[in-house]
């Protein structure tokens, strides 16, 4: 079972900007989608942002213009920059990866804390 670590989170003012980091253990294989969750307290998980392995991303629209999605294929690293970060973006960080097939997995981080203050 590939295992998901992320690292990156941690307290930030309203303004400023933070880059986490998710990396898949093992290599040899290809991971069609990586992504970035969260969860709000109280609030159900939603979706961030999302890469494919040919690097076509798509975000969420209350992120669109301040968070940027990349990967590095060959580290099977995902890497989420945001900038601009309001209170409202205060969550756990889940780090997500899908291998499409027969011989397919869904995986997910253990999380990390992002707090923005006012």
């Known amino acids: 079972q590939v295992q998901l670590v992320e690292s990156g989170g941690g307290l930030i003012q309203a303004g400023g900007s933070l880059r986490l980091s998710c990396a898949a253990s093992?290599?040899?294989?290809?991971?069609?989608?990586m992504a970035w969750y969260r969860q709000a307290p109280g609030k159900q998980r939603e979706w961030v942002a999302g890469?494919?392995?040919?690097?076509?991303?798509n975000y969420a629209d209350s992120v669109k213009g301040r968070f940027t999605i990349s990967r590095d294929n060959a580290k099977n690293t995902v890497f989420l920059q945001m900038n601009s970060l309001k209170p409202e973006d205060t969550a756990v960080y889940y780090c997500?990866?899908?291998?499409?097939?027969?011989?397919?997995?869904?995986?997910w981080g253990q999380g990390t804390q992002v707090t923005v203050s006012s």
């Open positions: 997500n990866a899908v291998r499409f097939g027969s011989s397919g997995w869904n995986a």
């Open positions: 093992g290599n040899g294989f290809t991971i069609n989608v």
């Open positions: 890469i494919t392995s040919g690097g076509v991303t």
